[in-house]
């Protein structure tokens, strides 16, 4: 494979892909690019920029290049139309390569080297294990993309309560992606494994199939029986859902009665600015360089799992800068922050709070990643409750806890 120039190897420092901090040169190009696509109307100036990105950029390269190359898809969509036929084109080819080994395999390893998905797992089941305690059946209604390793440890946790009785759970795991339902079978045989070697009384059951968006479930297609205590969780769902039916899917979760639910989402806002190319494509970047930043520093420079997750944002970014909301197989792609999320929860629900042990088991848990990973508490006066996580004191991830308002009917 042509290893293609680093910017960073020519003296021309005119040029604008080689500024004068070289390891900039990926955003500054690219917001070049991005500009001249929406704003200056000069096609031969956007179709140079776009040359020039294709040139200096590789999805194996460093980060400035791998983060090129996978915004260079994106504004070439943009700058052409093709944003719809190119991300079928991507699912597709995601669909075909993806199997439960694979996905199992990326997943883990990526909750190995980085605590970026098990900060909110932790987080959560400390949460759920709290409101749930002394209940006697528990109907976990799971939205989540990581196959389930999110459970092995509540399992445990149940199976080591103290009572006279096992507590009987029922999971109810939501996906309406086809790459996500395709493994369902692989997941329900290892968790009711599990169980048994646990002790646990358990069901398991998919659903999202005949759906094209969460949205459009209800809360009869749940099956929430009259004796279960209830707890959702909503680890990197509700960005999936459009963003003009979003506080109709909070209430339809509230007339579940859920006895808690447990939010986690990435923090940036792609929502409020979806209006403005120039304005989400900046957020759009700051938050992926964030990404790769930690993909950079948490996996080996030749892992094959990185580049699956680096596909996998590049077909976010896709969907974000080139993508109507309705082109996207079922899946928006819309973000926000964690203040944006509690306005819209606090009109259904109101914080639980996640209590001082939960906190000390994330402290716990970064403690075995390397070093650049913390925890900081919701900004006082910003409307958020709850965590985050935090890379280089940049908020990356929140998590929260919340319980239905009293007189919610």
Not at 76 to 85: H, N, P, R, V
Not at 95 to 110: G, N, V, Y
């Given at each position: 494979?042509?290893?293609?120039?680093?910017?960073?190897?020519?003296?021309?420092?005119?040029?604008?892909?080689?500024?004068?901090?070289?390891?900039?040169?990926?955003?500054?190009?690219?917001?070049?690019?991005?500009?001249?696509?929406?704003?200056?109307?000069?096609?031969?100036?956007?179709?140079?920029?776009?040359?020039?990105?294709?040139?200096?950029?590789?999805?194996?390269?460093?980060?400035?290049?791998?983060?090129?190359?996978?915004?260079?898809?994106?504004?070439?969509?943009?700058?052409?139309?093709?944003?719809?036929?190119?991300?079928?084109?991507?699912?597709?080819?995601?669909?075909?390569?993806?199997?439960?080994?694979?996905?199992?395999?990326?997943?883990?390893?990526?909750?190995?080297?980085?605590?970026?998905?098990?900060?909110?797992?932790?987080?959560?089941?400390?949460?759920?294990?709290?409101?749930?305690?002394?209940?006697?059946?528990?109907?976990?209604?799971?939205?989540?993309?990581?196959?389930?390793?999110q459970w092995p440890t509540l399992l445990e946790a149940l199976a080591t309560r103290s009572g006279d009785e096992t507590p009987r759970l029922r999971l109810s795991v939501v996906s309406v992606a086809r790459a996500r339902l395709s493994v369902m079978g692989p997941v329900a045989q290892r968790m009711e494994r599990f169980a048994r070697l646990m002790g646990v009384p358990f069901e398991f059951r998919a659903l999202g199939e005949g759906f094209a968006r969460l949205e459009d479930l209800r809360e009869t297609d749940f099956d929430v029986h009259d004796d279960e205590a209830v707890a959702v969780n909503l680890v990197g769902a509700l960005r999936h859902v459009g963003t003009e039916r979003r506080d109709g899917f909070i209430d339809m979760l509230a007339r579940l009665k859920p006895k808690v639910v447990t939010v986690v989402e990435e923090e940036a806002d792609f929502t409020s600015n979806k209006g403005d190319f120039l304005e989400c494509f900046e957020e759009c970047l700051r938050f992926h360089n964030l990404v790769f930043e930690t993909y950079e520093e948490s996996f080996p420079v030749t892992s094959n799992e990185r580049l699956v997750l680096e596909r996998e944002c590049s077909r976010g970014i896709l969907r974000v800068l080139a993508c109507d909301d309705s082109t996207s197989e079922g899946e928006c792609e819309r973000r926000e922050r964690g203040n944006q999320w509690c306005r819209r929860l606090g009109q259904a629900f109101e914080p639980a709070g996640l209590s001082g042990d939960v906190a000390d088991d994330v402290k716990a848990l970064l403690k075995r990643y390397r070093s650049g990973w913390s925890l900081s508490s919701a900004p006082a006066g910003d409307g958020s409750a709850g965590l985050y996580l935090v890379w280089k004191e940049e908020p990356v991830v929140w998590a929260s806890a919340w319980k239905p308002l009293i007189n919610m009917d």
């Open positions: 494979m042509r290893k293609k120039p680093s910017p960073a190897s020519s003296s021309h420092s005119s040029d604008p892909a080689n500024p004068d901090e070289p390891d900039e040169w990926a955003a500054k190009l690219l917001r070049e690019c991005a500009r001249a696509i929406d704003g200056d109307g000069d096609s031969n100036k956007a179709h140079h920029l776009l040359w020039m990105l294709n040139e200096l950029s590789s999805p194996f390269g460093d980060r400035q290049q791998k983060l090129a190359s996978h915004f260079l898809h994106a504004l070439f969509a943009k700058a052409t139309g093709s944003g719809a036929i190119r991300h079928r084109a991507l699912t597709s080819v995601t669909e075909k390569a993806r199997s439960f080994e694979s996905a199992c395999k990326t997943i883990l390893k990526f909750q190995e080297l980085s605590p970026w998905t098990t900060f909110g797992h932790v987080a959560s089941n400390g949460a759920i294990l709290e409101a749930l305690e002394n209940e006697p059946n528990l109907h976990i209604i799971d939205f989540s993309d990581t196959l389930c390793t």
